[in-house]
T-cell receptor, first 116, second 111 residues
């Protein structure tokens, strides 16, 4: 399976500011996924990031709020913009190795964001 | 859209007792995956089931996919404190592109 390095692991941010989360994968992958996990809740897909094209956002998430970059096949960033306390959550990046069907999703270690 | 439900939401067991979590979908699933998330950790892939009626075992964990491919279960025999965490099932979305995660079952094991 892939190994994903995600940073920062946690941050406390002032409302109105932005935070950029980075994910580095140890192998080339076509798609990277960004999830949000609110405290005690399940995982909700924010968007799918493809190299060389704009990210595809799920219902309820917009590019202005969560801009994503995907400059190459091993790296992606998610920015949480103009933060409010409601954005306090864990953000996870993930890859899915579709050519090895039994591996499922591999997740980064997550970024625990607190907005004050 | 596609929804995957899980019961129970929480389960507290005494160490050594068995534990089962159930996953249900309103539609037929081509496959289903199970993940475990330890407290403070990230989800870790456990297994994927594809075939109707499939049963797979990983040591004390037994995974089952229903005959109609609309439900699945994860059974842990003789729980240990290392089994503590939240267990998620995930099924393909309506487009078959991504997976939708269930709400999870949080397991506590009392020593």
């Amino acid at each position: 399976s892939a190994v994903i390095s995600q940073k920062p692991s946690r941050d406390i941010c002032q409302r109105g500011t932005s935070l950029t989360i980075q994910c580095q994968v140890d192998s080339q992958v076509t798609m990277m996924f960004w999830y949000r996990q609110q405290p005690g809740q399940s995982l909700t897909l924010i968007a799918t990031a493809n190299q060389g094209s704009e990210a595809t956002y799920e219902s309820g998430f917009v590019i202005d709020k969560f801009p994503i970059s995907r400059p190459n096949l091993t790296f992606s960033t998610l920015t949480v913009s103009n933060m409010s306390p409601e954005d306090s959550s864990i953000y996870l990046c993930s890859v899915y190795l579709r050519d090895k069907a039994n591996y499922g999703y591999t997740f980064g270690s997550g970024t625990r964001l607190t907005v004050v | 859209g596609q929804q995957v439900m899980q019961i129970p939401q929480y389960q507290h067991v005494q160490e050594g007792e068995d534990f089962t979590t159930y996953c249900n979908s309103s539609t037929t699933l081509s496959n289903i995956q199970w993940y475990k998330q330890r407290p403070g950790g990230h989800p870790v892939f456990l297994i994927q089931l594809v075939k109707s009626g499939e049963v797979k075992k990983q040591k004390r964990l037994t995974f089952q996919f229903g005959e109609a491919k609309k439900n699945s279960s994860l059974h842990i025999t003789a729980t240990q404190t290392t089994d503590v965490g939240t267990y998620f099932c995930a099924g393909p979305d309506n487009y078959g592109q991504n997976f939708v995660f269930g709400p999870g079952t949080r397991l506590s094991v009392l020593p």
